[in-house]
């Protein structure tokens, strides 16, 4: 993934479906930190967007419910 973009919707390898809100500036260093909802709660969330768009494989992981390689991958509803 190259960029995130605001209003889709993406699927955390732990199995929540997240909608990006809004790219938001860190107060003290000017990171691009993700604002984000896991849909289904009132639970908002922020992290920094060069994690959100780590290419790191996460398939190994034990807590990986989804099977998919990514952290964060587009979400497609059916």
Not at 2 to 18: C, N, Q
Request: net charge negative.
């Amino acid at each position: 993934m190259e960029k995130v973009e605001v209003g889709k919707k993406y699927r955390h390898f732990k199995g929540h479906i997240i909608e990006v809100l809004c790219i938001a500036k860190h107060s003290e260093t000017l990171e691009n930190m993700v604002v984000y909802k896991h849909l289904g709660s009132n639970e908002y969330w922020v992290r920094p967007e060069k994690m959100f768009l780590e290419d790191d494989d996460v398939s190994a992981r034990p807590d990986n419910k989804t099977g998919q390689k990514h952290r964060f991958e587009l979400y497609e509803e059916n």
